[in-house]
Nanobody, 127 residues
Framework: QVQLVESGGGLVQTGGSLRLSCAAS????????MGWFRQAPGKEREFAAG????????KYADSVKGRFTISKDNAKNTVYLQMISLKPEDTAVYYC????????????????????WGQGTQVTVSS
């Protein structure tokens, strides 16, 4: 079993920044690809950013490209999402997810490629 615990969410003004963290435990972290998804009220969960096991491959949704950066620290079993230039439309619950396939060479945006999920952290961007 894998446990994922997100932190770092909060309330920020338009144009502000936040860094989300996701601490993983329960299985070797190094071989997991990781992802960040988000879900706004009344909407489906959507992909925001993903990273492969080594950190050498990243992928971003078009809506966050250039503003969000995903990174992975295998020594600390933690994945991060640095968010800058935040917009009201970024308001959502952000979820960390661990991939189901070991050593996947590329980051994946597919929700079905992720097996474990955190409880989510709320990000609210005020206008």
């Amino acid at each position: 079993q894998v446990q994922l615990v997100e932190s770092g969410g909060g309330l920020v003004q338009t144009g502000g920044s936040l860094r989300l963290s996701c601490a993983a435990s329960g299985r070797p972290f190094i071989w997991s690809g990781m992802g960040w998804f988000r879900q706004a009220p009344g909407k489906e969960r959507e992909f925001a950013a993903g990273i492969n096991w080594s950190g050498g491959s990243t992928k971003y949704a078009d809506s966050v490209k250039g503003r969000f950066t995903i990174s992975k620290d295998n020594a600390k079993n933690t994945v991060y999402l640095q968010m800058i230039s935040l917009k009201p439309e970024d308001t959502a619950v952000y979820y960390c997810a661990a991939g189901r396939i070991a050593w996947l060479p590329a980051a994946t945006p597919k929700l079905s490629d992720y097996q474990y999920w955190g409880q989510g952290t709320q990000v609210t961007v005020s206008s």
